[in-house]
């Protein structure tokens, strides 16, 4: 069993930025490949960003390429998102999930933290 619990949520202004941080506790956190997923009011829940096992390869939704960063420090079991220039679309909640396979997929996806809502005003 992996738990995450993710933070850092909140109210940002557009064009603002936001980081959100995801802490791992249970098995062996490299041997997880990463992601961050978000889920708007009434839609499906969609991929956002992941990182591999060493944080050496990173993979973007389009919608948030050149904006969003993410990023894993496997000394301290965390996973983070850096996101920049804001905007109201950009409104969900997000959530932070872990998998033995590096795919973008969200039924690839093992395990989950409860989430945060991350929301943006124009």
């Known amino acids: 069993q992996v738990q995450l619990v993710e933070s850092g949520g909140g109210l940002a202004q557009a064009g603002g930025s936001r980081r959100l941080s995801c802490a791992a506790s249970g098995r062996t956190f490299s041997n997880y490949a990463l992601a961050w997923f978000r889920q708007a009011p009434g839609k499906e829940r969609m991929f956002v960003a992941a990182?591999?096992?060493?944080?050496?390869?990173?993979y973007y939704a389009d919608s948030v390429k050149g904006r969003f960063t993410i990023s894993r420090d496997n000394a301290k079991n965390t996973v983070y998102l850096q996101m920049n220039s804001l905007k109201p679309e950009d409104t969900a909640v997000y959530y932070c999930a872990a998998a033995r396979t590096f795919l973008t997929h969200v039924s690839t996806y093992d395990y989950w933290g409860q989430g945060t809502q991350v929301t943006v005003s124009s």
């Open positions: 990182v591999n096992f060493s944080g050496t390869s990173t």
